[in-house]
């Protein structure tokens, strides 16, 4: 039973819990919130969470793992019969197509609009932001660009090829092969499923759209593409500091008027 609401002294309204996909002390902790729910990958404490708590004090920041947890956590909780908050889901944009985006955001689920969280520091305005609390000349940015820009142009096989291998995967996990009630049925349907993993078709493209970017020296379309942790390490060179994502963490902290750079990124759905 849910004590949803007391008045004192004596009125108490009490709901039945009905059975449902989340654990259940995942769902007693969040059935007490007044605040909406973003469910979210990592774990407490991780990056991502740090960054969502600090740009969203109006959600109650709530981490699940992966992002398979964030999409059916998401879904169970809306179903939940006279909640008073809702539940919005936010994954990273890793290798994810447009196709699956679109559909994921009909049941409240949202991607970044760029790669992975670690990225939001490398947004120019930020990091002038970054410089000057670090009393460092703005110079230092350009040659954070030129660098992650050289990473980006060297990178790109293995980018475009872990962006296919995650497309493959999301074929297999969102379709299946047709049932077949003979032999050349099944033939058939298996043909049918097989031919519309195109790797070939799928990489060519992939490679175009990156190369593109590469060409144009487009230092924020990269950032909203480029899946590498490794990033940091030349923001640290260049700043020459040892942490750049604690120093990054803490501006945000206390400089709000950094958080708009950062905010860009996000879905209006969870901004607004």
Not at 169 to 186: A, E, P
Not at 248 to 255: A, D, G, P, V
């Amino acid at each position: 039973l849910w004590i949803k609401a007391f008045r004192y002294p004596e009125e108490w309204e009490i709901e039945d819990i009905s059975s449902n996909e989340l654990p259940e002390e995942l769902l007693l902790e969040l059935l007490g919130s007044r605040k909406n729910i973003l469910f979210c990958e990592g774990t407490k404490g991780s990056i991502d969470t740090r960054i969502y708590n600090i740009l969203f004090p109006n959600f109650t920041i709530t981490p699940v793992g992966s992002c398979l947890s964030v999409i059916n956590y998401t879904k169970a909780f809306n179903k939940i019969p006279n909640i008073i908050v809702h539940a919005y889901g936010l994954i990273d944009s890793d290798h994810t197509n447009e196709e699956r985006k679109k559909s994921l955001c009909e049941n409240n689920v949202f991607s970044l609009l760029i790669a992975e969280p670690e990225n939001l520091f490398f947004d120019k305005e930020f990091l002038e932001a970054l410089s000057t609390q670090l009393l460092k000349s703005k110079s230092i940015i350009e040659s954070i660009i030129e660098d992650v820009l050289s990473l980006f142009e060297h990178d790109i096989e293995l980018q475009v090829s872990n962006y296919v291998s995650s497309k493959i995967n999301y074929h297999f996990q969102n379709s299946h092969v047709l049932k077949g009630n003979t032999l050349k049925d099944i033939q058939n349907n298996y043909k049918m499923f097989s031919d519309n993993i195109t790797i070939q078709k799928w990489f060519e493209a992939r490679k175009s759209e990156l190369m593109e970017i590469v060409t144009a020296k487009d230092f924020t379309r990269t950032i909203a593409v480029f899946n590498n942790k490794g990033l940091k390490s030349i923001a640290n060179k260049q700043f020459q500091i040892s942490d750049f994502i604690e120093c990054s963490i803490n501006l945000l902290k206390y400089n709000k008027d950094t958080h708009k750079f950062l905010k860009r990124y996000f879905p209006r759905e969870i901004t607004e």
